[in-house]
């Protein structure tokens, strides 16, 4: 699985949309972009994946370069509840385990 | 509450002892994942199930660690002779199977060995 770099921190004003970038200049043509999230002393949770689309769900928005070699995480209003350490992550469809980095921990600020 | 369910939340044990952690996954999900976590680090792959069978392990399971899932339902995951080093959090994640976008996570196990 390629791998993907973020930065290690980020603050955000609550209320305010969320921007968290990730590398991946090594990606392959079968392999899907995803996001977790973990807040502190929980399992990580899903957020989002996408391939070559942007994606939005309930959740989060996902905007990915048309050559694929980077992607954005969107929180569009961020809360306190979204204080947390934001982890990208790059697989084939049909793989298994996922390879966490060290992720993105973001927080939000009242 | 994710429907992953991990006991203990937190163990305390000697240098030197063996102990043993319990999974119970989403009861219709085919596969489960144990991964280690140290302070600051993401989530590290250790072994996964496709129901009973045990189908892949990371080199970061030493001899030491062994796990099972008898029956296709709930999973251990043994630690053997203890070591400072393996004071870590001990998470479970579970999906369908093939093709799941969504791994589910318990809340994990917290291991201090002293």
């Known amino acids: 699985d390629a791998k993907t770099t973020q930065p290690p921190s980020m603050d955000c004003a609550e209320g305010r949309a969320a921007n968290l970038p990730c590398n991946h200049s090594?990606?392959?043509?079968?392999?899907?972009v995803y996001w977790y999230r973990q807040i502190h002393s929980q399992g990580p949770q899903y957020i989002i994946h996408g391939l070559k689309n942007n994606e939005t769900n309930e959740m989060a928005s996902l905007i990915i370069t048309e050559d694929r070699k980077s992607s954005t995480l969107i929180l569009p209003h961020a809360t306190l509840r979204d204080t947390a350490v934001y982890y990208c992550?790059?697989?084939?469809?049909?793989?298994?385990?996922?390879?966490f980095g060290t992720g993105t921990s973001l927080t939000v600020i009242p | 509450d994710t429907g992953v369910s991990q006991d203990p939340r937190h163990k305390i044990t000697k240098r030197g002892q063996n102990v043993t952690f319990r999974c119970d996954p989403i009861s219709e999900h085919n596969r489960l994942y144990w991964y280690r976590q140290t302070l600051g680090q993401g989530p590290e792959f250790l072994t996964y199930?496709?129901?009973?069978?045990?189908?892949?392990k990371s080199r970061l399971l030493s001899d030491r660690f062994s796990a099972e899932r008898p029956k296709g339902s709930f999973s251990t995951l043994e630690i053997q002779r203890t070591e400072q080093g393996d004071s870590a959090m001990y998470l479970c994640?579970?999906?369908?199977?093939?093709?799941?976008?969504?791994?589910?996570f318990g809340p994990g196990t917290r291991l201090t060995v002293t």
């Open positions: 090594t990606i392959s043509g079968n392999e899907y």
């Open positions: 992550i790059v697989r084939v469809a049909a793989g298994n385990q996922f390879y």
């Open positions: 994640a579970s999906d369908l199977g093939p093709g799941s976008y969504e791994q589910y």
């Open positions: 199930f496709q129901n009973e069978a045990q189908l892949e």
